[in-house]
Structure formats: C-alpha cells, structure tokens
C-alpha cells in the first residue's frame, strides 16, 4: 500500500520538483537582472559625477588666469559640496607649479613628471584613489582630480538594496575596490557583472555573493521531494489506522467465528468508514440468522429424537405384547409341535424386541446398537426360552466394544436366534461360542462366528438345513450382504458384518 501511495503521489511530488526549479531558476534571472539595472545605474551615476567635475575643472583651466585666482575658490567650493573629503583637486602649469588646488596635501603616489602626459582616468592602486586629468585648451595647464574610496562608493551606491555586494573599479591590470570594508566578499559562489564608464578605459564592476548553502537552503531545494514523501508517508498511516487495521480486525472476528454464536466484530473495532462498518453490521446479522437456524435445527433434533425413541419404545412394548400374547397361546396349547411353534415365534419376536430396546438405550449417545449387549441379552433370552432338554445348554461370549446400525443389529440378532436354536436342536446339552472380533485390515467391519459342536457337518443338521433353516441363512446372509461361510468339521458359521468406526462412535 505504501509503494502504490508513493507511485501515485509521484507525479505530484515531480511536478513540485519542477516548480520549486523553476522558481529558483526565474529567482536567479530576477537577481541577474536586478545586478544588471544596479551596476548600469551605478555607472551613470559615477559616470554624471566624473563628467561634471571634468566639465568644470575644464572651465576653469581654461579661464584661469594666474594674477587672479578668485575662480579657484569658487571650483573649490564646487568641488568641496561634492567630495565628501572636501574635494582633492589641484591645477599645475608645465614648469610644475601648482596654481591653485585644494587646502589638503595632495596624496603621494604621482610621479610629477607624468602630470601631463598620463590617461584621462588613472587607477592609482597604492594610495588609493581614482585620478582624472584635465588639460587645458593651450595645453599650459593640466588639473588632477583625486576621488577617494569612499567618495566613490557615495556616488556608485546603487539605488536598490544590494546586500553583500562589492564595487570595483578596474583598468587594465590595476583594480580598486571601493566598497566598504563591512561589505567587502569572501569565500564562496558570488555574480559579476561589468559595466563601462567614462572614460571607456575604466570599467565598473559590481559582484554579489549568493547566500551561502546552508541546510535550511538544501532543505528548501529538495522540499518538494520531502513533501512527496511526507504526503506518501501520511496516507499510507491514514489508510493504515482507517481501513486496513479495521479490516484485519474483522477478518480475524470472522476467522474465530464458530457457528452458533453471535459475531459482533464492531464493538472492537472502530472506524469512520461507514462501509466496514456496515459491513461488519452484515456479518453480526449473518451470525444472528445462523444462530437462530442452528437453535431451530437443535430444536427439532431433539424433538425428532423424542419422537423416534417414543416409536422404538412403541415398537419395543407392542413386540412385548405380541411375546406375551404368544406365551399364552402356547401354555393353552396341548400338542408337542404347536408349543414347540409358538416358542420358536416367540424366540424371534424376542430378537427383534432386544434389537429395539438397545437401538432405545443408544439414542441419547447416536452412537448405534453396542454389539456385546445385544447379543449377551439376546443370549439370556433363548436360554429362557430354550425347550425343557436344552435348559442347560451353555453360550460363551466374546466380543469387542463394537457397535452396529439397526439394519445389521436386526439381522444378526435373527441370525444367532437361527443357530441357536438349530444348535440346542441338534446338541441340547452342549456349549456354544459367539465371538465378534475387529478384522485388521478392516476398520469398518467385524467377523461374527458362531462355534458349536452341534453345528457339525451330520445327516440331521443337513435335513433341518434343507427343510428351513438354509434359506431362512441365506436370506439373513444376503441381508447383510456378506456370504455365510460354514466349516462342518469346526461346526461353526462365520459371517463379516459390518460396524460404526471407532471414530464415528464418538461424535
């Protein structure tokens, strides 16, 4: 989010890059032409000055006369209200003799013998002034005007605030700075610029010296940049702390979500989008019509669960009824054959009464019909039930901890009730094994067998086998959907049938 934010902003960050460059860049141009308009206006004000001197040091070169030096006073007083030192000026003839000039003594530096024969202007670096000479019209006189630093700087001082600025005159080779030592440049990146002025020989140059670069001003360059990070910075924190902290909020309310409960993520969250916090809203209404489902579904499970134990109950009491109904029939009945019938009727309603009373007992748990049980009760009853002749006839059990669905349960209760009866027929005083064993490469099934020494291979359990109890096997067999396997020599009946897992049986 961070990157996208930056990669958005980017353009803008760019753009305010340019300005700030741009404005810096017309600030230069501005300070340029603001250097340019100065030094011009220096030069002509320096210029005005030197020519109004020269034009009068020329007049009075030119009217003097050497008994009458009263015009001497008046171009001292004219020069005196210009010069700030009080006019260094002075007139001599070709023989070297001053003729008149200022009260002052004239600065050392001129060699005498170049009074005449020197330029207009001259740069005089040692002492230093700026001279100018005048030559009369015969060429008898020649005057020196000496114009000191300050002076200069007085004249050449530029209307416009320049600040750190330096003038100076230079000529050939010499030069002379005429700025006052307080504004005099030092190190560091400064702007030139030159203008001419009369004479043309001299040139007056005026240099500025940029602000030095400090951190402030760096800063100030690459604000742009910092204001584009700053930008990227603070929306990523925004976006952040606004919407993707509440989001992940909400995905972890939603991930801990467990159905039945009633998911309230915004009493956690807060957020001033109104969209995540409908749809938190959404997900708290979501929880509440699940809730409310999942209350409506427990409802009717248990009131399915009422009922189908109220049926298996029903089912239970009216095989009751139907065994009660057939023990009176048979303690009515006279003939041998017809008790043994109504007995062997009762036996099987008997099975099927044991096989509903443990589904009954198993439905508060789900967990089907517990094999062990089933076919312990299912034992004591055919022995209570079994003929006079087979009352001692012995039935070990083994079993494992299995359990079975009613549609097995029935079945195999009829199936060992079959070869119970066949056994106690063939063999009344003898002894039975059930055993119900987990088969190893099967978790799902189990092997019911069934041993006993009157299930031998012999001509008479062959005859009952064919008269009725083979297709009655068969049947049951098919039922479970497994082959009976039948062993004469051992006398036993083996069959898989199949169980709830272990792991079914738990929840």
């Not at 001053?98 to 002052?104: A, F, I, T």
């Not at 009074?115 to 005089?124: D, E, K």
């Not at 909400?250 to 409908?278: C, D, K, S």
């Not at 076919?375 to 079975?404: K, N």
Request: glycine share 4%; net charge neutral.
């Amino acid at each position: 989010m961070f990157l996208i934010l930056t990669l958005a902003l980017l353009p803008l960050g760019l753009i305010a890059l340019i300005a700030s460059l741009q404005a810096i860049r017309t600030a230069d141009l501005e300070k340029e032409a603001l250097l340019r308009v100065a030094v011009t206006q220096s030069a002509r004000k320096l210029t005005a000055d030197l020519q109004s001197d020269r034009t009068a040091i020329q007049l009075t070169i030119n009217s003097l006369n050497t008994a009458d030096t009263h015009i001497c006073d008046r171009l001292d007083l004219f020069l005196s209200s210009n010069d700030a030192e009080g006019g260094l000026y002075y007139i001599y003839d070709r023989a070297g003799r001053r003729v008149c000039g200022s009260r002052r003594t004239e600065p050392e530096g001129l060699d005498p013998r170049e009074r005449f024969t020197g330029p207009p202007a001259q740069i005089l670096t040692d002492i230093p002034y700026l001279l100018t000479r005048i030559k009369s019209r015969d060429d008898r006189l020649v005057g020196l005007v000496y114009y000191s630093r300050l002076h200069l700087e007085s004249v050449a001082d530029p209307a416009t605030a320049l600040q750190n600025r330096q003038l100076s005159l230079r000529q050939g080779d010499s030069k002379l700075v005429i700025s006052r030592p307080g504004t005099a440049l030092g190190d560091g990146h400064s702007s030139s610029l030159s203008a001419r002025i009369d004479p043309p020989d001299v040139v007056l140059t005026m240099t500025v010296r940029d602000p030095p670069a400090t951190l402030a001003r760096t800063l100030s360059l690459f604000l742009p940049l910092v204001m584009w990070f700053a930008a990227a910075a603070i929306g990523w924190f925004v976006v952040n702390r606004l919407l993707i902290r509440p989001l992940v909020l909400l995905r972890r309310a939603v991930a801990n979500y467990h159905p039945g409960e009633v998911l309230e993520p915004m009493r956690r969250v807060r957020t001033p989008a109104q969209e995540i916090v409908a749809l938190g809203e959404t997900f708290r209404e979501i929880s509440e019509d699940v809730a409310t489902h999942e209350a409506e579904m427990a409802e009717g499970l248990d009131t399915q669960r009422k009922l189908t134990r109220e049926v298996h109950h029903r089912v239970k009491n009216n095989l009751q009824i139907i065994a009660s109904l057939i023990n009176l029939h048979a303690r009515s009945a006279h003939d041998p054959e017809a008790v043994e019938a109504y007995a062997s009727i009762q036996r099987r309603v008997d099975a099927l009464s044991v096989v509903h009373r443990n589904h009954f007992a198993e439905l508060e748990e789900n967990r089907g019909v517990g094999v062990r049980p089933l076919v312990s009760e299912l034992s004591a009853s055919l022995r209570g039930t079994a003929p006079a002749e087979a009352r001692r006839f012995g039935i070990q059990i083994d079993s494992d901890d299995l359990h079975i669905s009613q549609d097995v349960a029935v079945p195999v209760a009829f199936l060992v009730t079959e070869l119970v009866e066949l056994a106690m027929r063939l063999a009344p005083q003898g002894r039975m094994q059930i055993s119900v064993q987990l088969q190893p490469d099967a978790p799902d099934r189990a092997l019911l067998d069934i041993r006993s020494a009157g299930l031998r291979e012999s001509e008479a359990m062959t005859d009952l086998l064919d008269d009725r109890y083979r297709r009655v096997l068969t049947g049951l067999s098919r039922q479970m959907r497994a082959p009976l396997d039948h062993d004469g020599e051992a006398g036993s009946f083996a069959i898989a049938i199949a169980i709830i897992p272990e792991d079914h049986t738990r929840r």
